[in-house]
């Protein structure tokens, strides 16, 4: 079956400094990849997708590409601010899976000022 | 358009007891789907509806979980005879059909069962 793994965290990093999430997959077909933020006490929200190979979603700096070749979808960020301090959260959208998502069990980011 | 409202946000329940939580989902989206999330997990899908149908049951939704949406629009979660294990963070999310983007989530249900 479909499914997404996610590097653990809780990864700390201090404000204005390099960011990577590592994501990788397994699904059938040619699965939708997404991103999600959750911030405390709140839903999950859209930060970015990608729906084919070589995609590139961005948003709010953040960006992630569509690996194929490697089924990576990681994400980066240039230089992260406390208000990115969140739980982010891998998926994938498989057409053959009725169309719900796939989740990561999502890593923890703390930003130090 | 508000978002995908759900209510209670938080719900403390005794084992044994029945519970319901509700979602209202953005008026022009026919599709809407469960979620739980456990604490430290990622989300893993319970139920999907598309209008008042319900197309798709995880092996996750035991025999006390019923979920509803009677007129398309807004739905229920009922979990009977509630176990300790049922404790988790229930999601509710819409979209509309074909739409290329993710889901749009609501701000979910806490239940805790003691």
């Known amino acids: 079956g479909d499914s997404v793994t996610q590097m653990e965290g809780p990864v700390t990093l201090s404000e204005e400094a390099f960011l990577t999430i590592n994501c990788t997959y397994t699904?059938?077909?040619?699965?939708?990849l997404f991103w999600y933020v959750q911030y405390p006490g709140e839903g999950l929200q859209l930060l970015l997708k990608?729906?084919?190979?070589?995609d590139k979603g961005s948003n709010k700096g953040f960006e992630a590409t569509y690996r194929k070749e490697t089924t990576s979808f990681h994400l980066e960020k240039g230089s992260v601010q406390v208000s990115d301090s969140a739980v982010y959260f891998c998926?994938?959208?498989?057409?053959?899976?009725?169309?719900?998502?796939?989740f990561g069990g999502g890593t923890r980011l703390m930003v130090k000022p | 358009d508000t978002g995908v409202s759900q209510d209670p946000r938080h719900k403390i329940t005794k084992r044994g007891q029945n519970v319901t939580f509700r979602c209202d989902p953005i008026?022009?989206?026919?599709?809407l789907y469960w979620y739980r999330q456990t604490l430290g997990q990622g989300p893993e899908f319970l139920t999907y509806?598309?209008?008042?149908?319900?197309?798709?049951k995880s092996r996750l939704l035991s025999d006390r979980f019923s979920a509803e949406r009677p007129k398309g629009s807004f739905s229920t979660l009922e979990i009977q005879r509630t176990e300790q294990g049922d404790s988790a963070m229930y999601l509710c999310?819409?979209?509309?059909?074909?739409?290329?983007?993710?889901?749009?989530f609501g701000s979910g249900t806490r239940l805790t069962v003691v």
């Open positions: 999310a819409s979209s509309a059909t074909g739409q290329a983007n993710g889901y749009t």
């Open positions: 699904a059938t077909g040619y699965p939708s």
């Open positions: 990608a729906t084919k190979a070589d």
């Open positions: 998926a994938l959208r498989s057409g053959n899976a009725g169309n719900m998502l796939t």
């Open positions: 008026s022009e989206h026919n599709r």
């Open positions: 509806f598309q209008n008042e149908a319900q197309l798709e």
